[in-house]
């Protein structure tokens, strides 16, 4: 039974580059191109979710998400990724919502096997979490 992961990303190479290397890895993968579609996603899922989440996006970039995740408890059962270019520099709110929410980061370029270790980061989270 493959495991669900949720990459959110407006960039559709980023999407499909995540997939490919996500279903590989047995995961089925949940895309979302913004925070309002991710939101709904995270709120439907019947099970915890790794989740890949693009700092700028439209419509809801990914400051929103960690908003509405830190204000909303059953969003709280999630584990997040922030994926961002961001310069290697972060506002200070985002870097908070991070530090509250236990949110790890991976740069962008990113290579594969960050994705991976962030991946396995994730799992044993959500091991914690169950």
Do not use: Y
């Not at 290397?21 to 191109?33: I, P, Q």
């Not at 908070?96 to 991976?116: A, E, G, Y």
């Amino acid at each position: 039974m493959a495991k669900n992961i949720l990459i959110v990303d407006d960039d559709p190479d980023i999407l499909s580059t995540l997939r490919m290397s996500l279903e590989d890895e047995n995961f089925s993968v949940l895309c979302a191109m913004n925070g309002e579609q991710a939101l709904k996603i995270m709120q439907d899922s019947k099970a915890p979710l790794p989740v890949f989440l693009d700092v700028n996006m439209p419509r809801l970039d990914g400051l929103g998400v960690l908003r509405e995740v830190q204000r909303n408890a059953h969003l709280h059962r999630h584990v997040i990724t922030l994926l961002t270019a961001g310069g290697r520099t972060l506002q200070n709110e985002i870097v908070q919502l991070m530090r509250v929410l236990s949110v790890d980061i991976v740069w962008k370029p990113f290579d594969l096997k960050s994705i991976t270790l962030a991946v396995t980061k994730m799992e044993q989270r959500l091991a914690i979490k169950r």
